[in-house]
């Protein structure tokens, strides 16, 4: 049976200049310097990305893949989820990006695949609203509920609040956000870093969340629409446990994370996932040096196919 927010077919984007991003190094902490020369950084990104997709369309997840030629000064293009989302009902957002290397990673081929085989009906494109220096970095910024129609949303450059607001009234959603800060009290860039949403089961750090009324509620709507919470640590976190998405695999619900996420998991928060999902670890360690994980490389179509 097909899960509202757990979508059976992804979009991922194939890395061909892959590098840790210059441009967002200031506000994402999870970012590292790779070590090693920019081509062999990049091939070995590109290589762990083909493993990744190998994976989820043996575990039966539909995976349309789209490479980037690296002509454009695209280094964090293997993260599409942040500049496009898709809704149940037909329906698409297009996003503004905070930096200009990321607005450069929009393609009208991807937005015309989707509307070819899937039951679009409409696109509404926010990306001009950079003109003003405002940014809503998709389902990073955003982590959707898409059952009980809540957008999670934690406070940020890269999440106008303004826009948040009528993104929510377009896509009919109901904001909540919140502040969130790591151990070392720095602001959080992206909610999706912090909180992954499966349909029985929520994975979060609700120590991140500073005011203790804000986390409380958070909490609670979380449990009102059935889930289990899975509280992790900082240091979880700062594993990319909270960077994980369910999908629909051939035998039911996959939880997609990496294999550095998964080894910072205790057996406890294991079996609560594994009472209705089945975790598939994949191992992107050149690509988590840019700051994001396995979420963040794949763009879930909650579409009908035609």
């Known amino acids: ?164 607001e009528r993104f929510c009234t377009h896509f009919n959603y109901e904001p909540i956000a919140f502040e969130a800060r790591d151990a070392a009290n720095r602001d959080v860039y992206h909610t999706n870093v912090l909180m992954a949403i499966g349909t029985q089961y929520a994975l979060i750090c609700l120590d991140m969340i500073p005011d203790a009324e804000r986390r409380e509620t958070v909490k609670s709507r979380l449990e009102e629409s059935g889930r289990t919470v899975v509280d992790l640590s900082h240091q979880q976190i700062a594993e990319f446990a909270g960077n994980a998405i369910e999908l629909t695999g051939k035998n039911g619900l996959v939880l997609a994370l990496s294999s550095r996420a998964l080894a910072a998991l205790t057996p406890n928060q294991i079996a609560t996932i594994e009472e209705s999902a089945t975790l598939l670890p994949l191992s992107v360690p050149t690509i988590e040096t840019a700051g994001g994980s396995v979420r963040c490389m794949i763009a879930g179509i909650h579409l009908s196919r035609r």
């Open 1 to 164: 049976m097909l899960s509202l927010q757990a979508p059976s077919a992804v979009v991922m984007v194939r890395p061909h200049a892959f590098t840790s991003n210059p441009e967002t190094r200031d506000d994402n902490a999870f970012q590292t310097l790779a070590d090693r020369s920019a081509k062999a950084t990049s091939a070995t990104a590109r290589d762990e990305h083909d493993k990744a997709v190998e994976q989820l369309r043996a575990a039966g997840v539909t995976v349309h893949v789209f490479d980037d030629h690296g002509d454009l000064d695209t280094p964090d293009s293997v993260f599409p989820n942040n500049w496009f989302s898709t809704h149940p009902g037909g329906h698409v957002a297009i996003y503004p990006m905070f930096v200009p290397s990321r607005r450069r990673e929009r393609r009208s081929d991807v937005i015309e695949l989707l509307k070819r085989e899937y039951r679009v009906q409409d696109v509404i494109d926010y990306s001009g609203l950079e003109q003003d220096d405002l940014a809503l970095e998709g389902t990073g910024a955003m982590v959707l509920d898409h059952v009980g129609r809540i957008a999670y949303t934690v406070k940020s450059n890269r999440a106008d609040p303004v826009l948040l």
